[in-house]
């Protein structure tokens, strides 16, 4: 019994946890071997300073402490360095770890899938394919009947556009 109460805490706290970075870790910093439409200091210029945090040296904004986590309005959610369209309404769902998650991409080409070994664990970084900019994680614990997938996104990342 006390194992499978554990097991269960653990795969909770995994859940919740998946997006935020370890607080007792050093932030993962620009990467000079990570290919970028422009340079960190040319995206500083264009980017706030959140959205440069999140985009630029692969942040994470705090769960539940964001501004679309909690959005439930029809639109779309684009890039906050480009404006393309990225992510809609019609696919976000309540993952329930206090950041937007969606079953989907708008158009997968418009994102790329690395390999993310930072914080000592591996994941599925989603990074925008035509600025090479972070924008969050995927994971395979979304809703089974709509894929299976959870883009785990940082709302630092979007901009949303009502429709």
Not at 67 to 76: C, I, S, T
Request: positive net charge.
């Amino acid at each position: 019994m006390k194992k499978a109460i554990f097991t269960m805490i653990l795969l909770s706290a995994i859940t919740v946890f998946g997006c935020q970075q370890s607080s007792g870790q050093q932030l993962k910093k620009y990467d000079p071997k990570r290919k970028m439409s422009k340079a960190p200091a040319e995206w500083k210029k264009t980017l706030t300073a959140n959205q440069y945090y999140i985009m630029v040296e692969s942040g994470t904004e705090p769960p539940f402490h964001n501004a679309y986590d909690n959005n439930h309005e029809k639109g779309v959610y684009v890039s906050a360095a480009t404006g393309e369209v990225l992510f809609s309404s019609a696919d976000k769902f309540d993952s329930g770890t206090g950041w937007p998650s969606f079953v989907k991409p708008v158009d997968p080409k418009k994102i790329e899938i690395v390999s993310d070994n930072s914080d000592g664990m591996t994941r599925d970084e989603v990074i925008e394919r035509s600025t090479g900019l972070h924008l969050g994680h995927v994971f395979d614990d979304g809703p089974a009947d709509r894929g299976g997938k959870r883009y785990c996104m940082n709302s630092g990342a979007l901009k949303f556009i009502k429709k």
